[in-house]
């Protein structure tokens, strides 16, 4: 429901965001978070409340986008963060309304033009820049302006300005190896100009790049950047992020947050938490180890990550936030070695939260929790109200 | 949400509905299926997750059609299968697009006009089936064809077929005795002449019927062939059912799943399914027995009946499943003879499901299992997950 008509001044938020957090039982394991040694979260799952949420639908494998949409309060099915805007967000590429952004691999062609590797063998950067530098050089359209951007190896962004531009164009990527790539196609009328401009920029591309090992850029996820209201239109928040990666940076923003000064370490994101503590309403740490042990199928790894994670809980404690959350934007199974659909552990705290009997921080017993099992977009309500800012409904 | 779009190739599913499973635990009894000796449904609890399920709402109290539609993932109360259509694939009558198919009762009316009896003192076959044939033989429209069928005893399938016919009439059925039949009205203009032609077949019917005790035919429930994605449309799943009953083989059949060859046991329901198990992706097995003895009130045949579908379930975990669910199309609780709006208790079991703390399947253990107390219908894109077969929503 819309929150604004209710909105009034109030306390702190600090939302902690373990990328990736959830993880799922078998045999021969308990989840990650169930095995690691937690005591400070056990300690703020002892005083507050846990639950599990679901951050876009039942069975849905959420990625990064859609899984902080739901955190921060969006509804992920209504909201879009397309693949060519959060690959430019990451990039702290000043991505501009009406922009047309995608997402490139360096690849290789064969002589019959069929795709023989999507990543031109993981070309390393020292051998990418150079090429992408050409690109830049040489590849000029007629009234639109093009943009290349690396994104680490074979990993390009693409941005299309001009008027008029839509982003309704079929991927070249054919997705697989052993295919030649596909003409870009409009998917609606409108799209055929952008279209026609981006088959102008491959067929130069291709010129620039011939002979070399990555002699195509195969191009996926057309999108361009959608309005969504901000934190403060909505929720009435001053808010900030003090994560690290460019991309929940990017993310943060686009909803309106401020990025504070670019930290290193879990220690560096909390001192600049502190610093800033008095400016603002809503902060947002982001801590990744969680996820990047989960893809690479890294139990002990993800056990560690979540270890040090709890270590660093009391120095978010001392701040005294009115409302502290510690929850996921999806799970990440080091079985499954990536992100899955399984609930997330979640645990509120503060002093009108309440409390429940639960006295572990993981998701057997956060099943048990007063938080119950909920979608993840009701947390920030949920918050909004425990910090005092969210007037009666109705009479 | 549509899951089309994150349809990839993925393991086997197979749904064991138990019908009527749910009881209701009251001062002298706890619910049959807790009461039951279930070794190996307590197995796949203990190794899976359990969790209750409800079918259409909060106190609704679900037909077959509705019951069997969640199972499947679709939304009862987006989606119909009406009572005409019901029976008339309960019969195996070949329904076309565009007919329109009633529930009849063979009734008794008095001098007055007065319906004195809604089922003719339940006339056996011998003497309906005559009475049939010689409506069968008698009524004849201009411009439709119409058919009837013995749906046993005095329930009797009517459908009419022609141009242009519209399902939107009232019953003639007054629903109790000491009144008279209603007409026949259209409840959209669309559907007057439909309505006249329903008049003019009762009146034949009557003509027909006169002087026997069974001498008008009440009808009930218009309906008409709805268009209902199929599973392999929504899921891209090649599905089968082995179950027994016509009716359940027949809503099967209306959303693309292929009817097996007809098995008299669940033995036979499980060799079958082991027959074909290399040619499809997802098997529905129904078990009735759950749900006869639920309606005759027959505690101990509800307990027998779900003693015999656990003996089944070691053969159905041989054929190794990647998703196994065991759930119910509605509670039938042996104290109210009959379907009811409780939860059903549910399992899902699979090496990707995950795992929770219950290790017997029975409500009250049910009640605090992983998958939680949530809508039928979120088993489907739950176990679609399970099977691998949805890929990442979003970037």
Redesign the interface.
């Known amino acids: 429901m819309d929150l604004t008509s209710l909105l009034q001044p109030g306390g702190k938020i600090v939302l902690v965001v373990a990328d990736g957090l959830g993880g799922?039982?078998?045999?021969q394991h308990a989840t990650e978070l169930e095995e690691a040694d937690t005591p400070n979260l056990d300690r703020l799952a002892a005083e507050g409340t846990t639950g599990?949420v679901t951050p876009?639908?039942?069975?849905?494998?959420?990625?990064?986008?859609?899984g902080h949409l739901a955190l921060f309060g969006y509804d992920?099915?209504e909201y879009?963060?397309?693949?060519g805007v959060?690959?430019a967000v990451g990039l702290e590429f000043d991505l501009r309304s009406g922009d047309v952004a995608a997402r490139g691999n360096l690849a290789t062609l064969d002589e019959h033009g069929v795709v023989t590797d999507r990543r031109a063998g993981r070309i390393p950067d020292e051998e990418a820049l150079p090429l992408i530098e050409r690109l830049r050089e040489q590849v000029q359209l007629d009234d639109a302006e093009v943009f290349f951007a690396s994104e680490a190896a074979h990993r390009v962004l693409l941005v299309l300005r001009g008027d008029g531009l839509d982003p309704r164009v079929s991927d070249t990527d054919p997705g697989e190896e052993g295919r030649q790539p596909a003409a870009a196609e409009p998917l609606h009328p409108d799209a055929a100009r952008t279209a026609q401009l981006v088959a102008e920029a491959d067929a130069q591309i291709r010129a620039a790049l011939a002979g070399e090992r990555a002699n195509i850029l195969l191009l996926r996820?057309f999108d361009t950047l959608h309005e969504l209201p901000s934190v403060t239109d909505r929720y009435g928040l001053r808010a900030a992020t003090v994560a690290i990666y460019p991309m929940y940076r990017g993310v943060a923003r686009l909803l309106g947050m401020d990025a504070l000064e670019q930290p290193h370490s879990l220690d560096e994101q909390v001192a600049t938490m502190r610093k800033h503590w008095d400016d603002y309403d809503f902060f947002f740490l982001h801590h990744k180890k969680t996820d990047e042990a989960g893809h690479d199928g890294d139990r002990q790894g993800k056990i560690d990550a979540i270890e040090g994670l709890d270590a660093a809980l009391p120095q978010v404690r001392d701040l005294a936030p009115d409302v502290l959350i510690v929850s996921g934007d999806h799970a990440s199974p080091t079985?499954?070695h990536?992100?899955?659909?399984?609930?997330v552990p979640t645990l509120m705290w503060g002093p009108r939260v309440g409390r429940d009997d639960s006295d572990r921080f993981g998701?057997?017993w956060c099943?048990?929790g007063a938080l119950?099992?909920r979608p993840t977009r009701e947390l920030m309500p949920l918050a909004l109200a425990a910090a005092g800012r969210l007037r009666k409904y109705g009479a």
């Open positions: 799922m039982a078998d045999a599990l876009v639908a039942a069975g849905i494998t959420p990625g990064s986008g859609p992920p099915l879009e963060l397309g693949r959060l690959s996820g079985q499954l990536g992100h899955s659909w399984h609930p998701e057997r099943l048990h119950g099992h």
